[in-house]
Every structure is written in C-alpha cells, then in structure tokens.
C-alpha cells in the first residue's frame, strides 16, 4: 500500500502542478478551483489512500460500483458526485450516498431525485448537464440537455423539494461544431453559466475539463475539474 500511496501522491502532485499554472497562466487564484478525483473502477482502498492525501471530493459514474465504496468509505470527510447518466430506477441508491448529482439532463429524473431526496431528508446538489454536441434542443451522445434546454430544466431543480441547483456540468463533445475545440466549448459552457445566473444567482458551479483538457477548463473559468486517470493511472479495463 505504501507503493500505492506514493505513486497517487506524486500523480497528485503532477495535476497539482497543472491546475496551479493553468490558473496563474488564466489570471485566476488556485482556490477558484476544485479538484474532483474520479475513483470509478478503482478499489475503496484507493479512495481511502486519497482522503489521507488531502482529496475532499470524489467521483463515480456507476452505481453498482459507487454504492458499496460509498458505504466502505462512510467514515471518510468525503463529498461524493455522481457524475454518470442516471436512470430512475438508481436514483434511490444514488441518493442515499451522492451529495452532488452532476448529470441531472431531465424532467423526469428531477422528479424522481427531488421524491428520494425528501424520503432520506437529504438536500441533494443538482448540475444541469449540458450536451454541447445537441445543437440547441435534443439529447447529445453521452446524456446531457441541449442549451436551449437548460433554463427549464433549472426552474424545475431549483422549485423542487430536497434538491439545490449549484450550476452546470459538461464533456467536451467528440462530434459537432465543438469537437476537437475544447477552449471554444468551455467558453461556451461559461456563457451559459452567466445566464443561468440572471435567474439563479446561486447556481455558480461549472464543472468542465478532465485530465486531458483540464488547462482549457481552467482557462475558460470553470470552478471544477473531474481527473481520473491522471490521478488514478489508466483504467482497468471493465468486464
């Protein structure tokens, strides 16, 4: 464990480093921004390593992994995001240990979080997930609502009971008039985050870049960043 331990703290150190001159290169202090480790495929004893280090926020994206080290791991000073497309039939789970749901794209998933958030007395962090490949209405390839979709969708998060509306959440998209642009993208993403903030002043969070991009992130003005492999190593691969 101690070789574990070494090898995230240097990775640490490295993404460290990175956000640290990506936000002296942007004009920005390093307190503007958040790191989130995406923990998804690696074991507990990871997150549990990670906390030691200093990481107060952690990622998943499936719920039959994220559950069970959720529960391991309850003793840790930890805030979870889900950060996956979340079908309703996971929300109960989902909420009984995710502080921020990061991939709210739909009416009907608010329903059903803002229904398991009151039943657990649970006040849950909701991120409208923007799909930046959608054109103005429809659905892009990895979840996510298309911009002209976001001001509905907020008005139904922040009017409904056990949940808060904290901001906006992207992927840089792989198709479309975005691809391959990531800094055009999250600049996008932070004109939308200004609108939302004429209607909801405190719906302050974007959440954009992740270990490849997380410069361009920072760059645009994003407050947090969602590394993985950078931190972590490459994935294993799922069976």
């Not at 992207?170 to 932070?190: D, H, K, N, Q, S």
Request: charged content about 25%.
């Amino acid at each position: 464990m101690t070789d574990r331990k070494d090898e995230l703290a240097a990775n640490l150190a490295k993404v460290e480093e990175r956000i640290a001159a990506a936000c002296a290169a942007a004009g920005r202090a390093r307190e503007e921004v958040t790191l989130i480790v995406v923990t998804k495929t690696y074991p507990a004893s990871d997150v549990r390593v990670l906390s030691e280090l200093g990481v107060c926020h952690v990622a998943e994206n499936r719920d039959q992994d994220a559950a069970p080290k959720a529960a391991e791991c309850s003793d840790l000073p930890l805030t979870w995001h889900f950060v996956g497309q979340l079908q309703t039939n996971k929300v109960r789970s989902v909420v009984g240990y995710a502080d921020l749901v990061q991939s709210v794209d739909r009416s009907k998933l608010v329903t059903a979080l803002s229904k398991e958030a009151v039943r657990a007395g649970r006040e849950v962090g909701c991120l409208i997930q923007v799909a930046l490949d959608a054109g103005e209405s429809g659905r892009g390839e990895r979840g996510g609502v298309a911009p002209g979709g976001i001001g509905e969708l907020a008005d139904r998060v922040a009017a409904a009971e056990g949940l808060r509306l904290d901001g906006l959440m992207t992927v840089a998209p792989l198709t479309g008039e975005y691809a391959g642009r990531e800094l055009a993208a999250f600049e996008r993403m932070m004109d939308l985050s200004t609108d939302l903030r004429r209607a909801h002043p405190a719906a302050t969070m974007v959440s954009a870049g992740m270990s490849a991009d997380l410069e361009q992130a920072v760059a645009a003005g994003a407050t947090h960043v969602r590394v993985g492999t950078a931190v972590l190593g490459v994935r294993p691969r799922l069976r």
